[in-house]
C-alpha cells in the first residue's frame, strides 16, 4: 500500500534561501524519493541491518522455564530457498519503518494451518480495503482475503487497518531538504563555474556597452568550463561565500537530524553532527544499550509478537538481542567473573560463551603447578578488582 501525500506546492526560498534567479519550489516527498537522502537510507539501513542480524530463537514453557525448540521452515526458510531468514527479516523491517507496513502473500500452509511459505510484495502494490469491518486486500488487481494475507504494521493509531508511514510525518521538513538540494544542484551546475567577484579594467575606464561585452564574453567562457584569455589590463576579485549558500550547508545538517529523529536512530549513529556532544569507546556499550531500550525495543518486540503468531501457542519467538551488545574484552571478562562469584554462571558456561572448551586435566595441572589451585582442588575465584585469588 502506498501514501500520496498531495498538497499545494510550497515555496522553502523565503525561509532558507534568498532567492536566486531558478528559484526554488516545495516538492511532494515520497517513501522512494526520501531514499535520496543519505541521511534516511542510513537510518532504515541501521534498523533493518540490525533487526535482521538478531538470530530468531523459538521456545516453550516447560515448569516455568523457556526451553529452546527447532525452528519451523517458515522461520529457516520464510520464501523458499531463493531468500534467506535475514534477507527476509531485512525487507520486511525496511518497508515497515518506511512504509509503516510489510505485506506478503502466505502461498503454503502447514498441517495445522498455520503460515509455512510467505512471499513479499512490495507496499506500493498493495491496496487495503476495510467494509463493514472486515479487512480485505487487492494486489495488482487481484483479490485476497485476510487469512491469505502476512501482513505487519507499525506507527498504529486508532481506526486504521493499517500502519503509518514515517515519510507522512516528515514529508514537511524532508521537503524542505528536497527543496534545498534541488535549488543546490540547479545553482551550482549553471551559476557555480561563474566566481562571484568583481572584474576591472585597471588601464582604462569602460563604458556601459563595452563592460556588458566583456562581461557576456566572461559568462560564456566560464559557464563552458573553458578559460577566459584577457591582456595584463584586467583583474578579478572574487568575493567570499555568499551567506545564503552558509545558510545552504547549515539547512543540510538540520534537515539530517530531523530524518534520523522521525526514523528513531540517535544522529551520532549514521555520521551526523551532534553539536555539543560526542561517543567514545569509553561508553559505546551503554550507547548500543541505550539504543536497543529506547529506539529499537519497540520494534524488536513487535516482531517478536508477530513471528510468535506463527508458532503453536504454547511456542513463542525471541530475537536475541545480544549481538549489538557485544562488549570490548576487558568488560566482558569482568562481567563473567562476576557472575562466576555471584553463582549465576558456571566456568564451563563462560568459557562456553568464549567459544573455549572445559578445562583438560593437563591444563589444571599447569594451574596447580604455579601454585594458583591446590592440586585435585577446583579452582578459587579470582577477586576482579586486584585479578588475584581469594
Not at 560564456?220 to 561565500?241: H, P, Q, R, S, Y
Not at 568464549?354 to 583438560?360: H, I
Not at 594458583?372 to 582442588?377: A, V
Request: proline share 6%; net charge neutral; with cysteine.
Amino acid at each position: 500500500m502506498s501514501f500520496l501525500f498531495r498538497g499545494a506546492s510550497r515555496s522553502a526560498s523565503g525561509q532558507m534561501i534568498p532567492p536566486r534567479p531558478a528559484g526554488i519550489k516545495g516538492k511532494t516527498v515520497t517513501a522512494a524519493s526520501a531514499l535520496r537522502q543519505s541521511a534516511v537510507w542510513a537510518a532504515q539501513d541501521l534498523r533493518a541491518g540490525l533487526i535482521s542480524s538478531f538470530p530468531i530463537d523459538t521456545f516453550r514453557k516447560v515448569a516455568g522455564l523457556q526451553v529452546e525448540v527447532p525452528k519451523p521452515p517458515v522461520l529457516i526458510a520464510p520464501s523458499g530457498e531463493d531468500m534467506s531468514i535475514a534477507e527476509w527479516m531485512y525487507a520486511t523491517q525496511y518497508d515497515l519503518d518506511r512504509a509503516g507496513n510489510c505485506y506478503g502473500i502466505i502461498a503454503e500452509v502447514d498441517g495445522a494451518g498455520r503460515p509455512r511459505r510467505i512471499d513479499l510484495v512490495s507496499h506500493e502494490d498493495v491496496t487495503v480495503l476495510v467494509k463493514d469491518g472486515v479487512v480485505s486486500y487487492t494486489i495488482k488487481g487481484k483479490p485476497y482475503t485476510r487469512a491469505e494475507i502476512w501482513h505487519e504494521r507499525q506507527y498504529v493509531i486508532p481506526g486504521l487497518a493499517v500502519g503509518l508511514s514515517p515519510i507522512a510525518h516528515a514529508a514537511w521538513s524532508l521537503g524542505l531538504w528536497s527543496s534545498a538540494a534541488e535549488f543546490a544542484a540547479d545553482w551550482f551546475s549553471n551559476h557555480g563555474m561563474i566566481p562571484n567577484g568583481h572584474l576591472r579594467n585597471t588601464s582604462k575606464t569602460l563604458t556601459a556597452t563595452e563592460a556588458d561585452a566583456v562581461k557576456a564574453r566572461f559568462k560564456v567562457a566560464v559557464e563552458g568550463g573553458d578559460m577566459f584569455v584577457t591582456g595584463n589590463d584586467w583583474e578579478l576579485k572574487t568575493g567570499g561565500a555568499p551567506a545564503a549558500d552558509m545558510r545552504f550547508l547549515e539547512q543540510q545538517e538540520v534537515s539530517d537530524r530531523e530524518a534520523a529523529r522521525f526514523f528513531g536512530v540517535p544522529g551520532d549513529m549514521i555520521d551526523v553532527s551532534t553539536k555539543g556532544s560526542s561517543v567514545t569507546y569509553a561508553n559505546i556499550t551503554q550507547r548500543n544499550l541505550q539504543f536497543l531500550i529506547t529506539k529499537l525495543g519497540p520494534a524488536v518486540q513487535r516482531r517478536e509478537n508477530a513471528l510468535s503468531s506463527l508458532l503453536s501457542p504454547s511456542r513463542f519467538v525471541k530475537l536475541n538481542t545480544s549481538a549489538i551488545l557485544r562488549m570490548d574484552p576487558e568488560t566482558q571478562s569482568r562481567i563473567l567473573i562476576n557472575e562466576i562469584q555471584g553463582f549465576l554462571t558456571a566456568p564451563s558456561e563462560a568459557r562456553a560463551y568464549l567459544n573455549r572448551a572445559p578445562f583438560t586435566p593437563e591444563q589444571l595441572r599447569e594451574f596447580a603447578d604455579l601454585g594458583i589451585i591446590g592440586s585435585g582442588t577446583p579452582a578459587p575465584a579470582i577477586n576482579v578488582s586486584t585479578g588475584g585469588s581469594s
